[in-house]
């Protein structure tokens, strides 16, 4: 039972290079998340997908981009690599739109550092 | 808009001891409150929920009860093991299933 998935699970770029990192889950969850965790700061959101064909930003996502590719995979995009992008990533899902109380799966995450 | 706080860590304790972790939150409405926990070199997983004042929510020994009066979610253990050191997240929804977290508070526990 996979859960979600991401790709790759350490990555270093240099800045000003580009990157897609992938997500999968297998759980036909309507809803995908990234976000990004930084010491001291916990979880903030980039960008979240409540269904399929339907993106928005989250609370930091500037430099970043998404897309929704179908109902399993989510993608973020770092179309120029910036120092200040150093950070773990983690994907997440979650079963029904607009369900409060609903659980979210997390990915294992992926540390990206930029040099 | 909506916020969480946790007390800062690291938490160091002997194993046995009583864990108590505080989190408050700032928000509009009754969201539901949650306590993840992450261990070394893996995501997030949820430990426990309670979606409505007065609720506790429970799981592994650990609890924490929904203070709607306090706006408080303490997640509290009364006896720490060695597998319990993990860092520790408060977070509420904020509409959609959107999460806003806390900082994180580390735990260690020591044999």
């Known amino acids: 039972n996979a859960g979600v998935t991401q790709t790759p699970k350490f990555q270093v770029l240099k800045t000003g290079q580009s990157m897609t990192l992938q997500c999968a889950q297998d759980m036909n969850h309507n809803s995908m998340y990234w976000y990004r965790q930084d010491p001291g700061m ?37 179309e120029s690599a ?9 994907c997440a899902s979650s079963e029904l739109q607009g369900r409060g109380d609903t659980e979210a799966f997390f990915g294992q995450g992926t540390r990206l550092t930029v040099v | 808009g909506n916020s969480v706080t946790q007390m800062e860590g690291p938490v ?4 046995e001891a009583f864990l108590t972790i ?7 409405g009754y969201p539901s409150l949650f306590w993840y926990v992450q261990y070394p070199g893996e995501g997030l997983q949820l430990l426990l929920k309670a979606t ?3 609720d506790k929510g429970s799981n592994k020994g650990f609890e924490a009860t929904y203070r709607k009066e306090t706006t408080s979610f303490h997640l509290e253990k009364g006896s720490v093991q060695v597998s319990d050191s993990a860092v520790y997240f408060c977070a509420l929804n904020n509409q959609g299933g959107k999460l806003i977290f806390g900082q994180g508070t580390e735990l260690s526990v020591k044999p």
């Open chain 2, 52 to 54: 409505k004042a007065d």
């Open chain 1, 82 to 90: 910036a120092p200040s992008q150093t950070s773990v990533y983690f």
């Open chain 2, 12 to 15: 160091t304790l002997s194993e």
């Open chain 2, 22 to 28: 505080n989190c408050t939150y700032t928000a509009t």
């Open chain 1, 42 to 78: 916990g979880l903030r959101l980039i960008y979240y997908s409540a269904s399929e064909g339907t993106t928005d930003k989250g609370e930091v996502p500037n430099g970043y981009n998404v897309s929704r590719l179908n109902k399993r995979e989510f993608s973020l995009r770092l």
